[in-house]
């Protein structure tokens, strides 16, 4: 059993939860999906009320170029 921990606010979430089903088929392993939160924990440690993408709008154009790229790359869609 792979337990796949995901935010749901996450954009890197996305390709992976595409992608984690079919990995796991292929070698025969079965996938508890286990959402959780990343934002209280920003909050906590860092003092944030927002994406740290948001809040450093520099991290944020880097993150969605990078996130066109591993989409590209797998074929998934992002619009």
């Given at each position: 059993?792979?337990?796949?921990?995901?935010?749901?606010a996450s954009s890197y979430s996305y390709p992976?939860?595409?992608?984690?089903?079919?990995?796991?088929a292929q070698h025969?392993?079965?996938?508890?999906w286990r959402?959780?939160?990343?934002?209280?924990?920003?909050?906590?440690?860092q003092g944030l009320t927002d994406s740290?993408?948001?809040?450093v709008p520099v991290?944020?154009?880097?993150?969605?170029r990078d996130l066109e790229r591993v989409c590209q790359e797998e074929g998934l869609p992002l619009t």
């Amino acid at each position: 059993m792979l337990e796949f921990w995901y935010e749901f606010a996450s954009s890197y979430s996305y390709p992976a939860a595409m992608r984690i089903e079919a990995l796991a088929a292929q070698h025969g392993v079965a996938v508890a999906w286990r959402p959780f939160l990343l934002g209280p924990l920003f909050h906590e440690q860092q003092g944030l009320t927002d994406s740290p993408f948001n809040a450093v709008p520099v991290k944020g154009a880097y993150m969605w170029r990078d996130l066109e790229r591993v989409c590209q790359e797998e074929g998934l869609p992002l619009t």
